[in-house]
């Protein structure tokens, strides 16, 4: 073992089987930066700790953002470290606007919490974004955000979103130190889950329960969340990034948790008879460029994963850009100092300075179909399946979390999986009761094993009905077009479609097969309306890309006809008159 090591909390699904542990219009080329000449200074760290906490030293703060001049002027993690959150709950918001530094408190600070004040559409409501590593969430941790949500209306609801997480919404400040307490007691926190931190750690879904797994990536996942957040009394050693960072441990041949959009993804592969990982590094989305993960030609034992996270982590904070925000994302900094440059900074951070070269043994098969989890399907475990079920754009309320949970409770054990694609996974159902559970009138009426093939895998961002960055309305928007679609042509095969309100892409258009980002565009008349930039031929998988740019500024009100000809043309779609025409 690594002399490095962090305490392994019990996790949340100790009732369940365990098993070892481009420009933002067209995508970057996956193009390996070479080693370049770097001058000695600019290697010299840019951060330094003082009192616990890790600041940006004064010969480097001309020119940084307003992100890092919020940060200078007091270290968001103080909120919850030092008290100030209850501070901050009693204020009334009026109090809050009138100091520049409260309002930097709850717009900005309070990111560190999870906690996003909707400002534009939700004055004085927080939407709160959790830690749910790998997508495990218990039925009492269910039934406990569905109390929370409920009792703010119409304004609370829940949504899983493409990080195998929860968010829930319509959260107000005098509430949050009673629900950070209450997330404690049900082993959740919300702590280091927005901006200048490390997201949720994603993993295999099927994770412990999958027949054609890999390995189970729940020890792993556990681990990082527990190491980026110190088990939930918070980390400032790892809370003072240059901009947001992903990460994921794959573990099966389908790569469900979509590595090559990650800033770090652990690829499994054997080495010398030791099992452990390959390093992907630099992927990433943003408004005004996306570039798909390259290698970091590294290997480290299943030992190192943490030790590994802790040294790239390193290497971000202590080297990256804090000026302009659209420059500060880990992939251009692997840019500006070459792959190799940038590895021997993460090797010199690691125990022994050392770093192995990647092996030449994956264990992710390169010709893989990608199979489906929605439905009915046997685990490992005999006796026992799975059920994936469809959870429409995510969004969910506060009684069919209650239900989800029953359901959890009274089929499976207490368990439920979330996955990048918003959907649900139920595992652990006897299979004497899986008849039983398929006609539960959650499952029949709203929540189906077995939704159409457009709809199995649409996905789509908040948008804006919450959100103040979102251009337009997504989630209704993506039901409606899909069911007008759905009218007009049959197709034999999923089809991924995709919707984000605004180029910072939190619906990832560029992964999809079609991809819908919202824009201002121009009707017939030239008036201006609600519109989408068209992507299309995004993969993922062993052979994964991102998608280009098909057609831009299209009106919504436009775009069933467009969509339909997209379907036929490139994945071949039959006209539902022909079909009928010639039945």
Avoid at 290 to 317: G, Q, T
């Amino acid at each position: 073992m690594s002399s490095f090591s962090v305490r392994f909390l019990a996790p949340p699904y100790a009732c369940c089987f365990n098993s070892r542990p481009k420009t933002w219009l067209c995508a970057t080329p996956t193009v390996v930066p070479v080693a370049s000449e770097v001058e000695a200074s600019r290697l010299e760290p840019r951060v330094e700790e003082r009192d616990r906490y890790w600041v940006l030293k004064e010969e480097h703060r001309g020119g940084i953002n307003p992100q890092e001049k919020v940060k200078l002027e007091k270290d968001p993690m103080k909120l919850f470290m030092e008290g100030g959150i209850e501070e901050l709950a009693k204020m009334s918001l009026e109090e809050i606007e009138s100091s520049k530094h409260t309002k930097d408190d709850i717009d900005v600070r309070l990111k560190w919490l999870g906690l996003f004040h909707r400002r534009k559409h939700q004055y004085g409501r927080f939407m709160m974004r959790l830690k749910l590593p790998n997508g495990v969430t218990t039925s009492a941790q269910t039934r406990y955000l569905a109390s929370v949500i409920r009792k703010y209306g119409k304004d609370g609801c829940a949504d899983v979103t493409t990080r195998q997480n929860w968010q829930i919404r319509g959260v107000v400040l005098p509430d949050v130190p009673e629900i950070l307490k209450g997330l404690e007691e049900i082993g959740l926190t919300s702590l280091q889950s927005g901006m200048d931190n490390v997201r949720n750690p994603v993993g295999n879904p099927l994770a412990g329960i999958d027949p054609d797994e890999i390995v189970d990536t729940r020890p792993y996942s556990n681990l990082l969340s527990q190491f980026i957040t110190a088990n939930s009394r918070g980390n400032p050693a790892m809370s003072n990034l240059p901009r947001k960072w992903n990460v994921c441990v794959v573990g099966s041949h389908d790569l469900f948790e979509h590595p090559h959009i990650n800033d770090l993804a652990y690829m499994p592969a054997n080495k010398d008879g030791r099992f452990g990982f390959n390093l992907l590094v630099g992927g990433f989305f943003s408004a005004k460029r996306c570039a798909e993960a390259i290698p970091l030609d590294a290997w480290v034992s299943a030992d190192d994963v943490i030790p590994l996270c802790k040294a790239v982590l390193e290497a971000y904070r202590d080297l990256g850009f804090r000026g302009n925000r659209q420059k500060t994302r880990m992939m251009w900094l692997i840019d500006e100092l070459g792959i190799e440059v940038f590895r021997s900074e993460v090797e010199k951070r690691m125990p022994g300075k050392h770093l192995e070269r990647a092996s030449g043994e994956d264990l992710v098969r390169k010709t893989w179909e990608r199979r489906d989890y929605l439905g009915v399907h046997p685990q490992k475990q005999e006796g026992l399946s799975y059920v994936g079920i469809h959870i429409p754009v995510g969004r969910v309320q506060a009684d069919e979390m209650d239900e989800l949970a029953r359901l959890a409770d009274e089929y499976g054990c207490g368990e439920l999986r979330l996955t990048v694609e918003q959907n649900i996974v139920i595992p652990n159902v006897e299979n004497s009761k899986l008849e039983t559970l398929l006609k539960e009138p959650l499952l029949k009426e709203r929540f189906s094993p077995e939704p159409s093939l457009l709809m199995k895998t649409l996905v789509a961002c908040t948008g804006n009905q919450f959100c103040g960055q979102a251009i337009i309305e997504t989630k209704a928007r993506a039901l409606k077009v899909t069911e007008e679609v759905e009218r007009h042509v049959a197709v034999t095969r999923p089809v991924r479609m995709h919707w984000t309100g605004c180029p910072n892409t939190c619906g990832q258009v560029q992964v999809a097969d079609i991809g819908f980002m919202g824009c201002m565009a121009r009707d017939e008349n030239g008036k201006a309306t609600e519109g989408v930039d068209i992507f299309l031929g995004g993969r993922i998988g062993s052979d994964s890309h991102l998608a280009e740019v098909y057609k831009k500024g299209v009106p919504c009100k436009d775009l069933v006809p467009i969509v339909v000809d997209i379907l036929v043309k490139h994945f071949g779609a039959v006209q539902r008159n022909r079909e009928e025409g010639e039945d």
